[in-house]
């Protein structure tokens, strides 16, 4: 009884053991990757709360049609004193006593004041404040569209570097099964001992290979914790279940027909991306300014007021006394050292700065589009090439071993076959991960990147 006991216990002491380990390597996709790092951003967060304070500034932009009410109390207490004197008054002597008084004031008053009328420049008040709202808005559209594009080149570096570290053990296996071939060759006598110190050096020499590419692959890991701006010690591994890895040559040669025309690609990044609708804004922005600035300058400022206050010594009769007075302020600005129309003049040249930077980024967008698909160009003819080097490399792999097998051959040959068939699939997997990667940054370009 006891040793089944025993044995159940270990069982269990063993399945928690798996359960833990399992459980404590997350699976992360793509779009975690993204809802992690929009969640931990700094930068997000700062425009979210930059965006609440704008708000508040529409409200107080609102509030400011209507009109104001205050509601004010006061007490005072004044003293008034004068020595004892003498006056005469007709040559009679009139003794006046020592005064000493103190007296209380109450007094409660209500005022009110609203502008009538100021060339509608409250109202534009509103615009100006509605479109910074806008401006912030699309302020945290563009950093997270920014952090998105950020978070697909390290999580594509990491597949990459995942696919090196395969095809790097895959290599080395091989390198280790040519090993144990040598030795049983040198068993029968077909070879001597000193091609197995060559394959035993190029064995090791496949080892420190798959080191170093699992030292990469380890560090653009630290690289997504970085960017997602979460615990540097997680352990995770990476899912490409949401990527299509494996596209053919002809799903590769759909990818460039389909963004071939770049003025297409253009009108659909000016109607898309983040930092020229910015830059639209800010146009608008600096237009609804300059409205403004007229308005104080050409129209007078009408307002109306109201006030209601009573007053009393004592504050029992603080009804006794009462007084209400109400009228209309009307204010025009002859002359203000020139600073209205200062302010109205910097407000036109800068929407023309503006006008200007915005064709500026236009030209910059262009370039973006065109070089990013000649990179994307350039990686798929990569791609044909290494396809067909692969071709050509697997068979001299096939006849190097061979000839080495039956004695027509060097050790070396099949080494060297071995090595360029390797660096070609490694090269191949650079250049097919640096074309998904360049796809999306032309994605990022035209402003498609979902």
Wanted: aromatic fraction near 8%; charge should be negative.
């Amino acid at each position: 009884m006891k040793k089944i006991f025993l044995l159940f216990s270990v069982i269990i002491l063993i399945s928690l053991s798996n359960y833990s380990s399992s459980s404590a390597q997350q699976t992360i996709d793509l779009n975690e990757a993204v809802n992690i790092a929009i969640k931990n951003n700094t930068n997000i967060a700062n425009l979210e709360k930059s965006l609440d304070i704008q708000k508040l500034s529409t409200n107080s932009a609102k509030g400011n049609l209507y009109p104001d009410l205050s509601l004010n109390a006061r007490w005072s207490r004044n003293n008034t004193y004068s020595d004892g004197t003498v006056t005469f008054q007709n040559g009679i002597p009139i003794e006046i006593p020592e005064q000493d008084t103190w007296i209380n004031n109450f007094g409660v008053g209500v005022s009110s004041s609203v502008t009538l009328f100021d060339g509608f420049s409250n109202l534009s008040q509103i615009d100006l404040s509605e479109e910074n709202e806008s401006s912030v808005i699309l302020q945290l559209d563009k950093q997270k569209y920014d952090l998105v594009f950020n978070i697909n080149s390290v999580y594509f570096d990491i597949l990459k570097k995942e696919k090196i570290v395969a095809a790097n053990e895959e290599n080395l296996n091989d390198s280790r099964l040519q090993l144990d071939r040598i030795k049983e060759f040198m068993d029968v006598g077909k070879v001597t001992m000193t091609d197995v110190y060559r394959q035993d050096v190029q064995v090791a020499q496949n080892e420190l290979a798959v080191e170093r590419s699992k030292n990469e692959y380890r560090k653009s890991k630290v690289d997504l914790l970085l960017a997602m701006n979460t615990d540097m010690n997680s352990e995770y591994t990476v899912s490409d279940r949401n990527i299509k890895t494996d596209l053919t040559t002809a799903e590769l040669q759909g990818v460039l027909s389909r963004n071939s025309n770049t003025e297409v690609l253009l009108n659909k990044a000016l109607a898309n991306r983040y930092d020229y609708k910015l830059s639209e804004q800010e146009i608008k922005i600096n237009q609804t300014q300059l409205e403004i600035d007229q308005k104080n300058l050409y129209y007078p400022v009408i307002s109306a007021f109201g006030n209601y206050n009573l007053n009393a010594s004592n504050i029992n009769n603080i009804l006794g006394s009462r007084a209400f007075n109400f009228g209309i302020n009307i204010a025009y600005p002859i002359f203000q050292g020139f600073s209205l129309s200062n302010k109205m003049q910097s407000s036109e040249i800068q929407i023309k700065q503006k006008q200007d930077d915005i064709q500026l980024l236009k030209q910059q967008i262009r370039s973006e589009i065109k070089k990013s698909y000649i990179d994307l160009e350039t990686q798929f003819k990569q791609i044909e090439i290494l396809e067909r080097n692969i071709v050509s490399a697997e068979q001299d792999k096939l006849l190097s071993d061979e000839n080495y097998r039956v004695g027509l051959g060097t050790l070396l040959d099949a080494q060297t076959a071995a090595t360029k068939l390797n660096t070609l699939i490694i090269d191949r997997i650079n250049a097919y991960y640096d074309f998904l990667l360049a796809e999306k940054r032309l994605q990022y370009y035209i402003g498609d990147l979902k």
